[in-house]
């Protein structure tokens, strides 16, 4: 009974203090015990996954100060097949390939966990994109060894795959198939490239705004006083693109 009351007692200072850890991980536990991963891949070593897991516990506190919220801990899934997502309130899953290749996009899956409330595809994958490339140890998708405005740039200068506006790149993050990768690229280059701009240049780094007026509204009009056509001619300007 006491030792109940104890525990729950312990809780609620941990709650307080702001420093609840995982109890009773499966897996792998960072230094910070933020993070468990948990490896469902034999060929996977002991020492890459707990490289993971300090990897993505020091992602996690850079982006809880970033946007100001915390979901508290958070599991690593790593399996051998499929494609790097997450599962709210607090998973993210890591396919080894991308472990093997060193383009482990944590930073990306823990900023979904956290910006949950999302007003369209463009805005929550541009924003994911964005933080990966600021806080994430590791390159990957989509922009890899390039920043992501030299990937747009890229993209939208040879674009074999018509992601041309905003419309085409919320059309792509929607319904695009497994097969179309370079589709998928094209439109995840873009929304990185515009919420870069948009959060670095037009609201002055302002993430606190660009959450609040912005991400969870998708009202151009009213956030930024401008409509999405004519923040589509400046975006492409200030990329290099013709506008
Ligand atoms: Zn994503």
């Given amino acids: 009974m006491y030792l109940v009351k104890f525990s729950l007692l312990a809780t609620i200072a941990a709650l307080a203090t702001g420093c609840v850890t995982q109890q009773g991980c ?14 469902h891949d034999p060929d996977i070593s002991l020492r890459q996954i707990e490289s993971l ?18 979901i508290g801990p958070v599991t690593v ?26 383009h482990a996009i944590t930073a990306h899956e823990i900023t979904h966990l956290l910006t949950q409330g999302w007003a369209s ?17 590791q390159q990957g998708w989509p922009n890899y060894r390039h920043t992501v405005h030299a990937a747009a740039r890229r993209w939208m200068s040879d674009n074999p795959v018509a992601i041309r506006t905003l419309g085409d790149a919320e059309t792509a993050l929607r319904n695009a198939q497994p097969g179309e ?13 515009w ?8 609201l002055n780094g302002d993430v606190t705004r660009f959450m609040s007026q912005l991400y969870r509204s998708g009202d151009y009009e009213s956030a930024l006083k401008q409509t999405g056509k004519s923040l589509e001619r400046e975006w492409r300007a200030f990329i290099g693109l013709k506008t």
């Fill in 181 to 193: 990768t370079a589709r998928k690229l094209a439109a995840y280059s873009f929304a990185g490239s």
């Fill in 121 to 137: 595809r463009v805005l929550k994958e541009g924003l994911a994109v964005y933080a990966q490339q600021r806080f994430g140890e």
């Fill in 26 to 39: 499966p897996g792998v536990q960072s230094t910070d015990r933020m993070i468990c991963a948990v490896n």
């Fill in 195 to 202: 919420v870069m701009w948009i959060l670095d240049v037009k």
């Fill in 77 to 102: 899934s790593v399996r051998d097949k499929g494609n790097a997502f997450h599962k709210p309130p607090s998973t993210i899953h890591i396919p080894s390939r991308l472990i093997r290749k060193s």
């Fill in 53 to 70: 897991a300090d990897q993505a516990a020091r992602e996690r506190t850079a982006l809880v100060h970033f946007f100001g919220n915390d």
